[in-house]
């Protein structure tokens, strides 16, 4: 007559598979989080880098505003100088 199983080898592999189930699931768990920590970081700096962005386009606006203006006035005084010249070359005549 054979002998009876005790059970305990298929308590003690039935043990090791909870083991490493509970091992891999944890790992899973370990990773999805690295991994979502890895996108909030992501998220992070592109929301950085835009916002450098665009205060380095206000500031570009801004100069070529006062470049413009600067132009501008240029242009007037240049009209002025022009004018006054010919007044006065009117008035010499």
Excluded: F, H, W
């Amino acid at each position: 007559m054979a002998r009876k199983p005790s059970g305990l080898r298929t308590a003690i592999k039935v043990g090791k598979a909870i083991d490493r189930a509970s091992k891999n699931a944890e790992r899973d768990r370990q990773r999805r989080i690295k991994a979502r920590e890895r996108e909030e970081q992501a998220s992070i700096r592109r929301a950085e880098q835009a916002e450098r962005a665009r205060i380095r386009a206000e500031k570009q606006a801004i100069k070529d505003e006062v470049e413009y203006a600067k132009e501008l006035y240029q242009d007037r005084v240049e009209e002025r100088r022009i004018i006054k010249e010919e007044i006065i070359n009117e008035y010499m005549r």
